[in-house]
């Protein structure tokens, strides 16, 4: 089947194909936030993890959000994005009302005071990353799948079924990748 032809840039996603059985990225949705020469940069999207941003700092208490695995880079760091600019400076648009971090101390305050609410903002732990030419060279074998998306789909939707939702909305041949067993080899 041949692959979609839109090409990766900041505020697009990536759709992992089916038979990619890497932990971070196996059915994975992947927002880009930059897509340049020097190389792309983004997060996964539907991989929440089982933790709360109160539990991942004090500096964050009382404030449940969920946290998202962002992918393998820099797991130990967070990252966020939101629909806040007028609030949150500093921050890089991706696509039209979302932006990608900004000034944590002012998130801190603005969550403190309730000021900002989950519908708002999401965050993650590590990134995803590819170096120069990395992530063409991955599309051109046909790893991923390159889509628009918009801002429900990314900040406000439930991300349980995103890489299901997604591949349906891209027609019928890519629905069928939806019942692709997990493991090709014990079909």
Do not use: C
Not at 85 to 112: A, F, H, M, T
Not at 115 to 140: C, M, S
């Amino acid at each position: 089947m041949e692959p979609l032809k839109i090409k990766p840039l900041a505020g697009r996603i990536l759709i992992s194909v089916p038979f990619l059985q890497d932990f971070y990225f196996r059915k994975s949705v992947v927002l880009l936030a930059d897509h340049n020469d020097d190389g792309s940069f983004g997060l996964i999207i539907n991989k929440p993890v089982d933790v709360k941003l109160s539990d991942i700092s004090e500096e964050f208490s009382g404030f449940d959000a969920p946290v998202y695995l962002g992918g393998p880079v820099k797991t130990d760091s967070l990252f966020f994005i939101h629909t806040r600019p007028d609030l949150i400076d500093e921050g890089s648009k991706i696509l039209e009302g979302l932006y990608w971090g900004g000034n944590i101390d002012k998130v801190r305050e603005l969550l403190r005071k309730g000021i900002l609410g989950p519908g708002e903002i999401r965050f993650y732990v590590g990134y995803a990353g590819w170096t120069a030419n990395q992530l063409d060279q991955e599309l051109e074998e046909n790893s991923w799948v390159v889509s628009l998306t918009d801002l429900n789909q990314v900040i406000r939707q439930d991300t349980k079924d995103l890489w299901n939702q997604t591949l349906k909305k891209l027609g019928r041949e890519y629905k069928l990748w939806v019942n692709y067993p997990p493991d090709p080899l014990m079909n």
